[in-house]
């Protein structure tokens, strides 16, 4: 089955800094991998996700790039702020898993004001 | 109210009590899951559902039951519960036709004494 790894599982940025958070994955037809952000006491919630036919996808100060080849992806938080300190979790899924995500086990982010 | 709900929110039990954690959502989406998220090891899938009366194991399925009546309700039962069931539970739902998002309740923390 799919293994997901993801690095690293503490990050503690200054205000204004960008932070980025690595994820590698096992199994190549994986083909959707999503990122969620989990802030204390509630439900995981999507932020971004991609697609395995695009390399690159940015919402704002949020990024996320993928490289099939290395079977790795990356989420990229520019400018971050006090309120994007969170957990957060990247997952993969596909058809080899019937679309059954994968999880990462978290990244806790802290943005020191 | 449109979303996904979580009942109880808190709950303390004693060893060797049944006690029924109970989910339910308004999308009508096909998938559901109960996930349980404890220090150092993410989410780890227990139980999910493709459709009603259609249910499989996660990774860490041993010592809760489900079961899926309606599309909607998707409640996940501790027959004898123990204090290593002690952790926080989400449940999530999902179209996931060909990889898509999850939507997470907002948790039910359980404290099994």
């Known amino acids: 089955g799919e293994n997901v790894e993801q690095h690293p599982s503490t990050l503690s940025v200054q205000e204004g800094d960008s932070a980025v958070i690595k994820c590698t994955y096992s199994?190549?037809?994986?083909?959707?991998f999503p990122w969620y952000k989990q802030e204390l006491g509630k439900g995981p919630q999507l932020i971004i996700d991609?697609?395995?036919?695009?390399g690159e996808k940015k919402d704002q100060r949020i990024a996320v790039t993928l490289n099939k080849t290395a079977k790795h992806f990356s989420l990229h938080i520019t400018e971050t702020q006090p309120e994007d300190s969170a957990v957060y979790f990247c997952?993969?899924?596909?058809?080899?898993?019937?679309?059954?995500?994968?999880f990462g086990r978290g990244t806790s982010l802290i943005v020191h004001p | 109210d449109a979303g996904i709900t979580q009942s109880p929110r808190y709950k303390i039990t004693e060893t060797g009590r049944q006690v029924t954690l109970m989910c339910h959502q308004t999308?009508?989406?096909?998938?559901m899951f109960w996930y349980r998220q404890d220090l150092g090891h993410g989410l780890r899938l227990i139980y999910y559902?493709?459709?009603?009366?259609?249910?499989d194991k996660g990774e860490v399925p041993d010592g809760y039951v489900v079961s899926r009546s309606k599309t909607e309700n998707f409640p996940l039962t501790l027959e004898s519960a123990t204090r290593s069931q002690t952790s926080v539970y989400f449940c999530?739902?999902?179209?996931?036709?060909?990889?898509?998002?999850?939507?997470f309740g907002p948790g039910t923390r359980l404290t099994v004494l």
């Open positions: 199994d190549s037809a994986s083909n959707y």
């Open positions: 559902s493709a459709a009603a009366d259609i249910t």
């Open positions: 997952a993969a899924s596909g058809p080899g898993g019937s679309y059954i995500p994968t």
């Open positions: 999308w009508s989406h096909s998938y």
């Open positions: 991609i697609r395995s036919n695009v």
């Open positions: 999530a739902s999902s179209d996931l036709s060909g990889g898509s998002e999850q939507f």
